[in-house]
């Protein structure tokens, strides 16, 4: 099936604009969800069957692949199924399981961790690592700084589809004999070295929420686990703890996180088609990149040998004031800006820079370069969809804001 996307309405520009990528694919979904309703089979269906089969090819997965609910219940069932426990067993406050986390991330990068211990009756305490200031992915210096002897485990989203520094990472956790989890919610079909993100830690967990770069109609998971125990421990912890031969068994408090098959018929659709949306996002932003060398943004950098998906495009200004004129400007040209995101995780009222509710520290360092970068990043469109008419109206809005505009302020 040949896609083409028609854009009716050139004069406003959203930072994202999903009905331009469903659009298309309505026959296909539509023929699909017909099926689902007739069959009566809603939640564990074929198509979520067929998914996840198709994930593990498209990603060359070496273990299994496990829908879920959302990726936040995938992130916690993933913390269970790479052991950072390693044979503590339930602990208190004075000895706690550490998990390292960047402190620039969408926050159930940390809270699923937290929820993963509390539902094990172990205090998983998050300790808040600084990122590099060059890819705003966590930083593998900052990492080791960090370790003591209660680390288990090293949290490690590719933020913005952007790979992290995944062979420092990998090297470090070798040494210390830590656990990796990967978080690909931002990051589906983005390559590191040649090999997918998600297939390089330990676990892997991702979110195929609507507004991401593969997603369904609403809210929907996965995990990615090693082959044989772990896969099965999975499917159970995704139903409860419930036993795979005997549904009146429950082992354990897992999650109840069903998939729905509506929303893996969509991802399922949408899926043959996410290499050259891919390959659109980063066509623009390297348009970005040249149209706007002579302004004073920067760009987040890329790790060697990574080749990014560019779930937002992520520009750095000098400071606060001029990213909110920026945004003031932009708006008033219709043009879609977002801060992804505006403050760092400790900041939220559950951990609150080890005040909140629930255990967590700042390394000891603190992270000065996620701060920094939360109080000047903003990310402009570049959906795959976008006309080229519209990709060049972004870039000229951004270059006329700081040839006029920003001299005004």
Same mark, same amino acid.
């Given at each position: 099936?040949?896609?083409?996307?028609?854009?009716?309405?050139?004069?406003?520009?959203?930072?994202?604009?999903?009905?331009?990528?469903?659009?298309?694919?309505?026959?296909?979904?539509?023929?699909?969800?017909?099926?689902?309703?007739?069959?009566?089979?809603?939640?564990?269906?074929?198509?979520?069957?067929?998914?996840?089969?198709?994930?593990?090819?498209?990603?060359?997965?070496?273990?299994?692949?496990?829908?879920?609910?959302?990726?936040?219940?995938?992130?916690?069932?993933?913390?269970?199924?790479?052991?950072?426990?390693?044979?503590? /067993?339930?602990?208190?406050?004075?000895?706690?399981?550490?998990?390292?986390?960047?402190?620039?991330?969408?926050?159930?990068?940390?809270?699923?961790?937290?929820?993963?211990?509390?539902?094990?009756?172990?205090?998983?305490?998050?300790?808040?690592?600084?990122?590099?200031?060059?890819?705003?992915?966590?930083?593998?210096?900052?990492?080791?700084?960090?370790?003591? &002897?209660?680390?288990?485990?090293?949290?490690?989203?590719?933020?913005?589809?952007?790979?992290?520094?995944?062979?420092?990472?990998?090297?470090?956790?070798?040494?210390?004999?830590?656990?990796?989890? !990967?978080?690909?919610?931002?990051?589906?079909?983005?390559?590191?070295?040649?090999?997918?993100?998600?297939?390089?830690?330990?676990?892997?967990?991702?979110?195929?929420?609507?507004?991401?770069?593969?997603?369904?109609?609403?809210?929907?998971?996965?995990?990615?686990?090693?082959?044989?125990?772990?896969?099965?421990?999975?499917?159970?912890?995704?139903?409860?703890? #419930?036993?795979?031969?005997?549904?009146?068994?429950?082992?354990?408090?897992?999650?109840?996180?069903?998939?729905? !098959?509506?929303? &893996?018929? +969509?991802?399922?659709?949408?899926?043959?088609?996410? !290499?050259?949306?891919?390959?659109?996002?980063?066509?623009?932003?390297?348009?970005?990149?040249? +149209?706007?060398?002579?302004?004073?943004?920067?760009?987040?950098?890329?790790?060697?040998?990574?080749?990014?998906?560019?779930?937002?495009?992520?520009?750095?200004?000098?400071?606060?004031?001029? #990213?909110?004129?920026?945004?003031?400007?932009?708006?008033?040209?219709?043009?879609?800006?977002?801060?992804?995101?505006?403050?760092?995780?400790?900041?939220?009222?559950?951990?609150?820079?080890?005040?909140?509710?629930?255990?967590? #520290?700042?390394?000891?360092?603190?992270?000065?370069?996620?701060?920094?970068?939360?109080?000047?990043?903003?990310?402009?469109?570049?959906?795959?969809?976008?006309?080229?008419?519209?990709? /060049? #109206?972004?870039?000229?809005?951004?270059?006329?804001?700081?040839? !006029?505009?920003?001299?005004?302020?």
């Amino acid at each position: 099936m040949q896609v083409t996307w028609t854009i009716t309405d050139d004069t406003r520009i959203p930072l994202e604009e999903v009905r331009a990528r469903f659009t298309p694919l309505l026959p296909q979904i539509h023929d699909g969800i017909d099926r689902v309703i007739k069959n009566g089979k809603y939640v564990y269906g074929r198509f979520s069957d067929q998914l996840e089969a198709a994930l593990k090819e498209a990603w060359e997965v070496e273990g299994q692949v496990v829908l879920t609910k959302s990726g936040t219940d995938a992130l916690t069932l993933a913390a269970w199924a790479a052991h950072v426990d390693d044979g503590i /067993g339930a602990n208190g406050e004075d000895r706690p399981v550490e998990i390292l986390c960047p402190n620039l991330t969408f926050p159930s990068s940390a809270t699923a961790m937290t929820v993963a211990g509390l539902l094990r009756r172990n205090t998983y305490r998050i300790v808040f690592i600084d990122i590099d200031s060059r890819t705003l992915n966590i930083d593998p210096e900052a990492v080791e700084a960090a370790l003591t &002897a209660w680390t288990r485990a090293i949290v490690v989203p590719h933020l913005y589809g952007n790979p992290a520094a995944m062979e420092r990472l990998l090297d470090l956790a070798q040494r210390h004999h830590l656990k990796i989890i !990967e978080d690909t919610s931002q990051a589906h079909g983005a390559r590191y070295q040649g090999r997918f993100v998600g297939t390089l830690g330990h676990t892997a967990a991702g979110s195929l929420y609507v507004y991401k770069n593969l997603g369904g109609l609403g809210d929907l998971g996965y995990l990615i686990v090693p082959a044989g125990q772990a896969h099965q421990q999975a499917l159970r912890d995704r139903d409860l703890g #419930r036993d795979m031969g005997n549904r009146n068994l429950f082992h354990s408090l897992g999650l109840r996180t069903r998939p729905e !098959e509506v929303n &893996a018929l +969509a991802a399922l659709t949408m899926l043959p088609y996410l !290499e050259k949306s891919n390959s659109r996002a980063r066509r623009i932003v390297a348009f970005y990149r040249e +149209a706007l060398l002579d302004t004073p943004v920067r760009f987040v950098e890329t790790e060697a040998g990574s080749e990014p998906v560019y779930w937002r495009c992520t520009l750095l200004l000098s400071s606060t004031e001029m #990213r909110d004129a920026f945004c003031r400007y932009l708006a008033s040209q219709q043009i879609g800006t977002e801060i992804v995101y505006p403050f760092p995780v400790s900041e939220h009222a559950v951990y609150r820079n080890g005040q909140g509710d629930f255990p967590c #520290r700042l390394a000891e360092d603190g992270t000065p370069h996620a701060y920094d970068a939360s109080s000047r990043l903003v990310c402009i469109p570049c959906w795959p969809q976008m006309s080229d008419g519209q990709v /060049g #109206r972004v870039a000229e809005a951004v270059k006329a804001f700081f040839a !006029e505009a920003w001299r005004r302020v």
